[in-house]
């Protein structure tokens, strides 16, 4: 793959895109690692003789019997009331990457995206290193949220280091989907690699390894990144006030946030319902997730292109449908079997969304400040990362784990009919020309304020003349 990227490319873009690729890959590994451990690992903090318990209700007489499954109800009530902190761990790292995304846009063209990558690399390896020799919830705390400054720094610069080698939109949407994929790989990985890890020799283990990694990546990027800074002024600034002012992207970062809440809901607060329902083995809680990275992969994979052949909006409808469907079958499964479709047809939802719509959204600033969008974008999921957990968790306390998934479920649904009405009437054909006119006439303004000249913008690429059928079109 990289190989074939080297041939028509050279080595230093080559490079580079590796050195992106597998910094997001451990990014996210490191993401979905914690996840079947965190939940497990907190619970034996606060319960450390559950584990007998469970086992003397299995083994001994009636009369024991009888006092184990009492203090098995009062560790179902202990379960519920852990979803809560779990919760608030998982999304301390979605709302520092929430905060950090707009702060990493500005600062990176300042710092250099190399060096902002480097920053973000550093502070993953720390954040692992914390999870390793971490014990308390504290300092599990601190090492989720310092990774959301790392994902932070290290999904914006990666992005735009990546677009910046790569100035041309098809050679661009190529590369692009290669790293993309080191998300849903990532992702993939994660989830077993802790849960087998941490029921063969415990905790620190799984996040030892993830450390190593990063360690291995920061020497490539020491080897081959320029950390020099340089900053160049954009032309055709298109602020963030401008993006939000605009139907389209308001809609586009809606259905993000929304597909995405579906699992950042499911990560705290799934492995703590089979605990105390189907109780399935450590590594069985890490496994439960495969199949959504599976869905997920596939789906970003094909879906792109027959996205693009059908229409993005009709596959978005589909696929929320599907995440709806979903959450409803999830909570119906009696057995780790049974979870295996409903967790793929969500992966595979989700990743159907992310695949027709994050090119879109891309596309609306394809010769202006592309920083801004994957910010906008980077920051929609984190919003999803950090209500679900917080709200999720503490929801599950007050209506159930089912009905929460029923109103996850509902409002995939009810943003379908949202998209569907404003397709009947038109709303994102008329946004979307809007929105182009707006870029074109930012990008003429700045123009023309450059000395009355068009040397310095044509130095920095070819006006919107795609986006305008008129006199400067070709």
Same mark, same amino acid.
């Given at each position: 793959?990289?190989?074939?990227?080297?041939?028509?490319?050279?080595?230093?873009?080559?490079?580079?895109? &590796?050195?992106?690729?597998?910094?997001?890959?451990?990014?996210?590994?490191?993401?979905?690692?914690?996840?079947?451990?965190?939940?497990?690992?907190?619970?034996?903090?606060?319960?450390?003789?559950?584990?007998?318990?469970?086992?003397?209700?299995?083994?001994?007489?009636?009369?024991?019997?009888?006092?184990?499954?009492?203090?098995?109800?009062?560790?179902?009530?202990?379960?519920?009331?852990?979803?809560?902190?779990?919760?608030?761990?998982?999304?301390?790292?979605?709302?520092?990457?929430?905060?950090?995304?707009?702060?990493?846009?500005?600062?990176?063209?300042?710092?250099?995206?190399?060096?902002?990558? &480097?920053?973000?690399?550093?502070? #993953?390896?720390?954040?692992?290193?914390?999870?390793?020799?971490? %014990?308390?919830?504290?300092?599990?705390?601190?090492?989720?949220?310092?990774?959301?400054?790392?994902?932070?720094?290290?999904?914006?610069?990666?992005?735009?280091?990546?677009?910046?080698?790569?100035?041309?939109?098809?050679?661009?949407?190529?590369?692009?989907?290669?790293?993309?994929?080191?998300?849903?790989?990532?992702?993939?990985?994660?989830?077993?690699?802790?849960?087998?890890?941490?029921?063969?020799?415990?905790?620190?283990?799984?996040?030892?390894?993830?450390?190593?990694?990063?360690?291995?990546?920061?020497?490539?990027?020491?080897?081959?990144?320029?950390?020099?800074?340089?900053?160049?002024?954009?032309?055709?600034?298109?602020?963030?006030?401008?993006?939000?002012?605009?139907?389209? !992207?308001?809609?586009?970062?809606?259905? #993000?946030?929304?597909?995405?809440?579906?699992?950042?809901?499911?990560?705290?607060?799934?492995?703590?319902?089979?605990?105390?329902?189907?109780?399935?083995?450590?590594?069985?809680?890490?496994?439960? &997730?495969?199949?959504?990275?599976?869905?997920?992969?596939?789906?970003?994979?094909?879906?792109?292109?027959?996205?693009?052949?059908?229409?993005?909006?009709? !596959?978005?409808?589909?696929?929320?449908?599907?995440?709806?469907?979903?959450?409803?079958?999830?909570?119906?499964?009696?057995?780790?079997?049974?979870?295996?479709?409903?967790?793929?047809?969500?992966?595979?939802?989700?990743?159907?969304?992310?695949?027709?719509?994050?090119?879109?959204?891309?596309?609306?600033?394809?010769?202006?400040?592309?920083?801004?969008?994957?910010?906008?974008?980077?920051?929609?999921?984190?919003?999803?990362?950090?209500?679900?957990?917080?709200?999720?968790?503490?929801?599950?306390?007050?209506?159930?784990?089912?009905?929460?998934? @029923?109103?996850?479920?509902?409002?995939?649904?009810?943003?379908?009919?949202?998209? !569907?009405?404003?397709?009947?009437?038109? @709303?994102?054909?008329?946004?979307?020309?809007?929105?182009?006119?707006?870029?074109?006439?930012?990008?003429?303004?700045? %123009?023309?304020?450059?000395?009355?000249?068009?040397?310095?913008?044509?130095?920095?690429?070819?006006?919107?003349? @795609?986006?305008?059928?008129?006199?400067?079109?070709?």
């Amino acid at each position: 793959m990289f190989e074939d990227l080297a041939e028509r490319h050279g080595p230093s873009k080559k490079t580079i895109v &590796f050195i992106v690729y597998v910094s997001l890959f451990l990014d996210n590994t490191l993401l979905t690692v914690v996840v079947p451990i965190i939940p497990d690992y907190l619970f034996h903090i606060e319960n450390p003789y559950s584990d007998v318990l469970t086992n003397i209700s299995q083994t001994t007489t009636t009369n024991v019997n009888e006092i184990a499954k009492k203090a098995l109800v009062e560790m179902e009530k202990d379960l519920r009331a852990e979803n809560g902190q779990v919760g608030l761990l998982l999304s301390s790292k979605a709302l520092l990457q929430l905060i950090m995304n707009p702060i990493v846009g500005v600062l990176s063209p300042r710092l250099g995206v190399h060096l902002s990558l &480097f920053i973000g690399s550093v502070s #993953l390896l720390v954040a692992a290193l914390i999870f390793a020799l971490g %014990e308390s919830f504290i300092e599990l705390l601190i090492g989720r949220s310092l990774q959301g400054i790392a994902s932070a720094c290290i999904g914006v610069a990666g992005m735009s280091l990546v677009a910046q080698e790569y100035p041309e939109d098809k050679e661009r949407s190529h590369v692009m989907g290669i790293v993309l994929g080191s998300v849903a790989l990532g992702v993939l990985l994660g989830y077993p690699l802790g849960g087998l890890l941490y029921d063969i020799s415990g905790k620190s283990t799984p996040f030892f390894v993830v450390a190593f990694a990063v360690l291995c990546d920061l020497g490539l990027q020491v080897h081959y990144l320029n950390f020099e800074s340089k900053f160049e002024p954009s032309v055709g600034v298109w602020g963030w006030s401008h993006m939000l002012s605009h139907r389209l !992207v308001v809609l586009i970062s809606g259905a #993000l946030l929304f597909s995405t809440v579906a699992m950042a809901v499911l990560e705290p607060c799934l492995p703590l319902w089979l605990m105390s329902h189907i109780k399935p083995k450590k590594w069985q809680l890490g496994l439960v &997730f495969i199949p959504d990275s599976v869905g997920y992969l596939i789906s970003t994979n094909f879906f792109g292109p027959l996205a693009y052949k059908v229409g993005r909006w009709q !596959v978005v409808v589909i696929s929320m449908l599907i995440i709806g469907v979903s959450t409803f079958m999830l909570p119906q499964s009696k057995s780790m079997l049974a979870l295996i479709t409903p967790h793929f047809l969500l992966g595979l939802g989700i990743g159907a969304v992310d695949a027709a719509l994050v090119p879109l959204l891309a596309s609306l600033v394809d010769a202006s400040l592309y920083s801004s969008v994957y910010a906008l974008q980077q920051m929609a999921v984190s919003l999803a990362y950090f209500i679900g957990p917080m709200i999720g968790g503490e929801l599950v306390r007050a209506i159930g784990f089912p009905w929460l998934l @029923r109103v996850v479920g509902l409002l995939n649904i009810l943003y379908c009919c949202l998209i !569907v009405f404003c397709v009947k009437n038109k @709303r994102i054909e008329d946004d979307m020309l809007r929105v182009q006119w707006v870029k074109y006439t930012s990008y003429r303004t700045a %123009e023309s304020s450059e000395n009355g000249s068009n040397e310095n913008v044509n130095q920095r690429g070819p006006p919107f003349q @795609r986006f305008i059928n008129g006199d400067d079109s070709d």
